[in-house]
């Protein structure tokens, strides 16, 4: 039965896989070592989300393009400079919002819970981690109150993200009227189509208030966010706040995601735009259900146009051969690179990696930096004056290839001007990684590092 079961994901790997290096990794090791590899290969190998991009196919993306064009609020002229996340998302640039950038905790959540206050009529709230902790009590509270008021009030929170999410949580919010579902809650561990999805987890961090307002960004629902954690302390993160027509966008995202969880459709009818400022944004979901790695080919995009400047911070750097190689690309074009990782590790395997990574970019003349001052957990990159991504990818094959994840890209000067100012201030508590402090430390630590490097695909 065993051999059966590694035959079976063998053939599934030489079908399906993308890469050579992987299916060669994954047989050799299903063929000398079937226990327990075919059961690994189950929860890190099979991919199967024809069932996601079938409800994609459905819900009326072809047709996003041409309404919002109807509409008048696509930015054609931006959507013509940035062809391929237009392509991508398959939406233009939508002109006519106003950002604001959320720096930390505090800010980020008291502007959530000031707009989820403000809402009249419906409340979509998406995020991996929900801990049902001081913060996540506070947002309970706000949601029941406002479902007892009669708005419709939408969760969904990833499986694996929020497996200690107690059900007594789950239970007020439900008897409140709230309407609560897991990710995969109705694609069950071992379903014959798909097995073990628990490796493919939703990492957006989403909030849409009347389908006016939406906030994405890195934080989740935890007091650790706010720097409470004392082994972390300083929390270093950031969120943005989008009023206009990418709220919409927003909202259409977590719909999906909703049909997905729920089997449930939904029809939000189509509010009245609002278009409080001049700021045009693209609203990019990416996940494991794209046809092509769309989160790859956007970033490997973005800085392969690089020209003078692009800064990247991350909290987990572990890039593929693609991003790397567009990397190297900007450094040999002369492009100033910095890239701002955390000195402190919340994961261990893939903080290692990072190491492993870092030196790789250091042996090509790209400056690494590490944050100081608590931990890093913003997803950024900022490339030249021209566009700004901020959201939830991590630079990292997981972000890339196996997360559902979403990005907000800015072009507009005034965001791209606060996004550096918030970027300098950074840097400028974090110092420099030098090749020799790599090799300083010890041989255990760089071989961990090594080791570590190796599991990049599933990291």
Known sequence: MLYALAAVCAIRE??????????IAWLLSLIFLPFPTAFLYLAFGWKYMGDYAALQAFSGRKNRAKRVREMGIADEITSSEWPVLSNITQMPFLGGNKSELLIDG??????????????????LVQFYTIKSDKLGNRLA???IEKAKAGLNVMVIYDDIGSSKLSKSYISALKQAG????AFNQQHKFLRIYGPMRINYRNHRKIVVVDNKKAWVGGHNISVDYLGENPKFGHWRDTHVCVHGPAALSCALVFREDWEWATGEKLNFGLPEIEKPRDETVLVMPTGPADKLEDCAIAFSEVISRARKRLWIVSPYFVPGVDVQT??????????????????????????????AHADKMLEHGIPIYRYNKGFLHQKIILI???????????FDNRSFSINFEVTLWFTHKRM???????????????????RDELKKR????????????LFSPTL
């Open 106 to 123: 505090q800010a980020t959540f008291d502007s959530i819970f000031a707009g989820i206050c403000e809402a009249k009529s419906i409340i």
């Open 384 to 394: 030249d004056d021209e566009i700004a991504g901020v959201g939830t990818v991590n």
């Open 14 to 23: 030489l079908m399906t896989s993308r890469t050579a290096q992987g299916t």
């Open 178 to 181: 709230v309407k609560v579902n």
């Open 416 to 434: 791209i001007a606060n996004i550096e100012k918030m970027l300098i201030d950074d840097f400028s508590q974090s110092s420099a990684t030098t």
């Open 442 to 453: 010890p041989l255990w630590f760089r071989i961990a590092a090594q080791f570590a490097r």
């Open 141 to 143: 509270q706000i949601l």
């Open 326 to 355: 567009a990397l190297y690309g900007a450094a040999l074009r002369g492009v100033e690179i910095r890239i701002l990782l955390p000195e402190k590790a919340d994961h261990t395997l893939v903080w290692l990696a990072s190491y």
